[in-house]
């Protein structure tokens, strides 16, 4: 009877092999990552241009006026983020319509009020935030907020200018809002109002003039910060597009060249004392995307931005009328 040699692995061979697949895999996943990183901040991109279109179409239909960052009544403080303004042109007209401009309080009293519906178009898939729609029982302790319910986050911001959010170092008759969305009405806060601006007063060029950007809506050290500290929000809390009152609403919805892209929390340092980190975390822009954010400037175009460019540059693009040179 003839036998027959049958060949099998050893142990040896087969530990082989799977060190060549894990070297492998362990070459490819990185390039995935990066690939699926690609399409997210591709996608961001595309929000931010709809933003852009929805200003440009905003712009047209109001006689070249911008909308209003923020508008602020007198205590409590009312008032309408430029998100809502611009929701007619961005195919939310249904929200929109829902939109009470009286009462402000209903328009986030269930989760079908309009201040609680989540838009796709405003928000990053690089954003992880804890969570896309808020909930509030009750107004958080702590917390300037004026209405309790439900509300819609976002990843996008407008600009403000040179600052955004209560620089108390500044004395406040130099502080007047040199961006393109700011407060404006009639609101006692330590910040000026203005009439909204017009496109004419953008001397800089709307290519050159940042329009809006991306905030990132995480930061463990931020909700690390004590609640006292932090008006009793949470960081992804400090995004809300539907904000309808309360005494620092600027908080949520404009972003400034205070602070360098993707400055958190944990680079507060010394001045981390009181409000004082919260108040400079509020300041900046920021993403979920590596080394940088993306912008969207008044002539519609976005573009990603490295967190290393010059505070100089930045600040440059950040302002409407300020007859800077931009070399970067």
């Not at 009293?109 to 896309?132: H, R, V």
Request: aromatic residues 8%.
């Amino acid at each position: 009877m003839l036998k027959r040699n049958l060949r099998a692995f050893t142990l040896v061979e087969l530990l082989v092999v799977i060190a060549i697949i894990g070297v492998l895999v362990a070459l490819l996943l990185p390039a995935v990552q990066a690939a699926r990183e690609a399409a997210r901040r591709s996608q961001c991109t595309n929000n931010l241009k709809q933003m852009g279109l929805a200003t440009a179409n905003y712009l047209s239909a109001r006689r070249d006026t911008l909308p209003s960052g923020l508008t602020q009544q007198t205590g409590p403080f009312r008032g309408v983020s430029f998100i809502v303004s611009l929701l007619p042109f961005m195919e939310q007209q249904t929200i929109y319509a829902q939109w009470d401009f009286v009462n402000l309080a209903k328009n986030s009293l269930t989760a079908t009020s309009p201040a609680g519906q989540l838009i796709p178009t405003l928000l990053c898939p690089s954003d992880q935030p804890a969570e896309t729609v808020i909930q509030f029982a009750a107004i958080p302790a702590g917390s300037t907020m004026n209405y309790p319910g439900f509300y819609a986050i976002t990843s996008y911001a407008g600009n403000h200018g040179s600052f955004s959010y209560y620089p108390n170092n500044i004395p406040k008759t130099e502080l007047q809002p040199d961006g393109v969305l700011f407060l404006t009405g009639a609101g006692s806060v330590p910040m000026p109002m203005q009439d909204p601006a017009k496109l004419s007063s953008v001397e800089d060029g709307t290519s050159n003039t940042i329009l809006g950007g991306e905030k990132y809506n995480v930061d463990p050290a931020f909700d690390a910060i004590p609640v006292t500290n932090r008006s009793g929000l949470l960081i992804h809390q400090w995004a809300q597009w539907g904000w309808t009152g309360g005494f620092k609403g600027n908080g949520h919805v404009l972003r400034s060249s205070a602070e360098p892209i993707n400055f958190t929390a944990a680079d507060c340092g010394a001045t981390a004392s009181g409000y004082s980190c919260q108040d400079r975390r509020l300041q900046g822009w920021g993403s979920g995307h590596p080394s940088g954010a993306t912008f969207v400037f008044l002539d519609g175009s976005a573009r990603f931005v490295a967190d290393n460019i010059s505070t100089i540059t930045l600040a440059a693009q950040s302002t409407r009328a300020g007859s800077e040179t931009v070399s970067e």
